[in-house]
């Protein structure tokens, strides 16, 4: 045990205390910082705050009253100046003194139609600024009570249900669907990185011939077993950075918009997602394993290892198919086929209410895999071991000449 | 008790029958010679007596009894294909090879201190291993077979890229194991070295054992009833008992007729009024035996 503990840390320490890992581990974050940050600055210089106007030849806002919002830097509370003279308007308009003037007609109450002049369309935010304040001013005159009043003003909220109450999802929750995507290409970025490492660990001792040396210190079992964990712990700790910057993100990313900051994963979810990645993540480290075992050269093993890649995320190319017909032939195809189940899985569950007893077969099938993949690995690994200038074949693997 | 008894092995890859009914012990405080041309089953020998292959048949015993996980603890193997981790400094890979021979981390730092003085290396500990020459990688490799001390050292070819220097500091070293009563064996081509320092050999070929015995045995038994002889004064030109006499560097050496005997020679040569420095019985070097052994079984193998 004790050796074992030993490989781990070993093949532990030789990545994660190395400049290329930590660069690897920040890239991505920083990445993610970077492009917010343009977006942030480049929304900012975007904002026209200069004041909007209004002509309302029926003397509908007449005496209208302005409410204090909470505004943002991205929502500023925009001044709205009422005109008399469409000509006046045309030409603070013209001289850029206003950014866009509304004509609310006479009929307005029948037609529930109004004009909004610009030269560059208002932000979105702007106009239900003053979709908000024709609203309360509009109401004003009804003397409505205060709670109809507000009602009024939140607007509508669709929540969808599952037939079976299994699932629901909130219109502003809109990004939860996002959520297994998400979780599928950190599933994908992670094992290729631990798989990487793995494959990387595993051909290296063949190339430079430290196999003989460590297996007689070490049973191969011992071995194999320390460099996995080793290995996936690599993958696992860039996942737990991740996430913790994922989770400082949302922390401060709900300081600008509020819709973050109620977000919640639900626990059937969350469960689900770690009963599907945590078997594809043993089955894919123990193949890459085993292509190493079998494999005489670095180069080639990654060669190999770019087809599972491949493979892998053949789901994202179909990704728009998979998610409009989640229960079609193909999508149900590709959730029972061990490489691209995982993040096909993932898509159709977070487009359809997948059976509970669909969910259980495919974890255990995978769980099937994963076991399948562990032996063949290990027999790819006592066979390949000592070859060192020929490749193994399928054939051998599963023949009879194995070194017992 | 013996270190490694073998009891009639035999091991085949296909068609090739690499080991064929092979055995032999090795025994406490001896240097082995494990010797044969290439291919004989020298390698494949060694595989099966530390478990990485098993034999298709016969008995092998290591440290007495089958080979175990933790009598992995107690055996040093430099392999003929060597390598170290390339891309770590050289303490670091020589700490983590030596922690999975079952020693603590700092035990196995202080020995290695020791060892990287004796062997020149110490200043080098922080370079990675890539860097560093051949020969010094080499005695990286001698270090890491050693450092746990093993009772029992398996070593291919330990003086490939050591200069002379090295390779007298290394003989030392061994014969200093072999002292303190650990067993050696030694598998290597460089017949000199083996005559320096091996007490007792086993010559295979074919997978076959061909010579097996102590080192002095082996030369006996291929020895010539010929006489090498140095002279202070002049030789004279013929001998009774002697059918020719050469000069090779200031000696002679006499090839004996049939019948003679070397004693006869001798009071032949003190009559005759020689003076002699130096008279002794040729034995031939280990390398003509190797080539005359194997050229034999050659001949035997295509009749």
């Not at chain 1, 892998?312 to 190319?317: A, H, L």
């Not at chain 1, 974890?363 to 994963?370: D, G, K, Q, S, V």
């Not at chain 2, 015995?213 to 002697?242: C, H, W, Y």
Request: charged residues 20%.
């Amino acid at each position: 045990m004790t050796k074992i503990w030993k490989i781990i840390k070993y093949e532990y320490t030789r990545h994660v205390f190395q400049k290329r890992f930590l660069f690897s581990l920040l890239s991505l974050p920083v990445f993610v910082l970077v492009m917010v940050g343009v977006a942030f600055i480049a929304a900012f210089f975007s904002i026209d705050t200069s004041p909007v106007g209004y002509m309302d030849p029926g003397g509908m806002l007449e005496n209208a009253v302005r409410e204090e919002m909470d505004d943002s830097i991205f929502d500023p509370q925009i001044e709205f100046l009422p005109y008399q003279d469409l000509a006046q308007a045309e030409a603070d308009l013209q001289a850029g003194d206003i950014q866009a003037y509304y004509i609310l007609p006479e009929s307005y109450e029948q037609a529930l139609q109004v004009e909004l002049v610009f030269y560059d369309e208002p932000a979105g935010e702007i106009q239900s600024q003053f979709n908000d304040f024709l609203t309360d001013n509009l109401t004003l005159h009804d003397n409505l009570d205060p709670q109809i009043e507000a009602r009024l003003e939140d607007g509508s909220l669709i929540t969808m249900k599952a037939v079976d109450g299994s699932r629901e999802m909130r219109q502003d929750q809109w990004f939860v669907v996002l959520i297994p995507i998400i979780a599928g290409i950190m599933f994908f970025v992670v094992i290729m990185t631990s798989g990487g490492y793995l494959l990387q660990a595993v051909v290296e001792e063949k190339e430079n011939r430290t196999m003989e040396i460590v297996i007689t210190s070490v049973s191969p079992n011992q071995l194999m077993t320390g460099k996995i964990i080793g290995n996936i712990a690599v993958g696992l700790t860039q996942l737990v950075a991740w996430l913790i910057f994922a989770w400082i993100g949302l922390k401060v990313g709900g300081q600008f918009w509020p819709v973050l900051q109620d977000f919640s994963l639900p626990a059937n979810y969350v469960a689900v997602l770690l009963l599907v990645l945590l078997p594809s993540f043993v089955m894919i480290a123990a193949l890459m394993a085993a292509i190493g075992a079998t494999m005489t050269e670095l180069r080639e093993a990654q060669q190999v290892q770019g087809l599972f890649s491949l493979t892998i995320m053949v789901p994202y190319y179909l990704s728009s198919s998979l998610m409009m017909n989640p229960n079609s032939p193909l999508a149900i195809g590709l959730s029972y086929f061990p490489l691209t189940a995982p993040v096909t899985i993932l898509m159709r569950f977070s487009s359809t209410v997948i059976p509970v007893w669909q969910i259980a077969i495919h974890i255990l099938l995978l769980i099937a895999f994963a076991a399948a993949a562990i032996w063949f690995s290990g027999r790819a690994f006592r066979m390949g071991m000592l070859r060192y200038g020929k490749k193994l074949s399928l054939k051998e693997i599963f023949g009879k000449g194995v070194e017992k | 008790m013996t270190i490694i008894n073998v009891t009639d092995i035999s091991k085949r890859f296909g068609n090739t029958q690499a080991v064929d009914h092979l055995s032999f012990e090795v025994n406490p405080g001896e240097i082995f010679g494990l010797l044969g041309p290439n291919g004989a089953g020298k390698t494949t020998s060694i595989r099966m007596i530390l478990n990485i292959f098993q034999p298709d048949s016969g008995k092998i015993s290591v440290l007495d009894g089958p080979m175990t996980e933790e009598k992995k603890n107690h055996i040093g193997y430099l392999p003929e294909e060597r390598g170290l981790y390339q891309d770590i400094p050289l303490e670091r890979c020589l700490v983590f090879l030596a922690t999975l021979k079952g020693m603590e981390e700092h035990t196995a730092k202080a020995e290695l201190e020791d060892y990287l003085k004796r062997f020149d290396l110490y200043e080098f500990r922080d370079k990675k291993v890539k860097e560093l020459s051949k020969g010094m990688q080499q005695k990286a490799q001698l270090i890491s077979t050693l450092v746990h001390d093993p009772q029992l050292v398996i070593i291919d070819e330990p003086f490939t890229s050591l200069d002379p220097v090295n390779t007298e500091m290394v003989k030392d070293l061994l014969e200093q194991k072999r002292d303190e009563g650990k067993a050696i064996i030694m598998s290597t081509h460089q017949m000199n070295q083996v005559e320096e320092l091996c007490d007792r050999i086993l010559l295979i070929d074919h997978g076959q054992r061909v010579l097996y015995g102590t080192l002095q045995e082996i030369q006996n038994k291929f020895a010539s009833r010929d006489i090498l002889v140095t002279p202070l004064n002049t030789m004279p030109e013929s001998i009774k008992g002697v059918r020719e006499i050469k000069k090779l560097n200031g000696r002679y050496f006499l090839a004996l007729e049939e019948e003679a005997e070397p004693n006869q020679i001798l009071k032949s040569l003190i009559n005759a009024g020689v003076e002699l420095t130096e008279f002794e019985i040729a034995v031939p070097p280990l390398n003509e035996i190797f080539i005359q052994v194997v050229k034999k079984q050659e001949a035997v193998k295509h009749d």
